[in-house]
């Protein structure tokens, strides 16, 4: 017999945390996330993320799956390619990758991180 359940990830969602991100380069952006899940191991997680305008540097040791829901993004790899996504794109973002994430409209999206 499971004692697993099924997490739905909708509104009204758990607590919002709220913050902003380690080495802003431009703006002032704030983010909220609200973790729906996170596994007992807590290396897998699930959630709703949102930000305001604004440019950080990031250096990501965990692979993520983003789905936008809305906004715009532009993500900067360290040799300067860029990547643009808006609402409905789809993505991950592996873990070793270094660069810039920018966003250009205020943004919410859908994440599902593993942290190896």
Known sequence: MS???IVRI???GPAA???APARVLEGAPRTTTR???ADPGERFFAGIWESTPGKWQVEYS???FVQLLAGRVVLTDV?????RFGPGDSFVIPAGYHGTWE????VRKLYVIYQA
């Not at 040799?79 to 990547?83: I, W």
């Open 17 to 19: 945390e709220e913050g």
């Open 3 to 5: 004692s697993a359940t």
């Open 35 to 37: 973790n729906y899940y």
């Open 103 to 106: 966003t250009v409209e205020p």
């Open 10 to 12: 909708e509104e009204p």
């Open 79 to 83: 040799e300067g390619r860029a990547e």
């Open 62 to 64: 965990e692979h993520e």
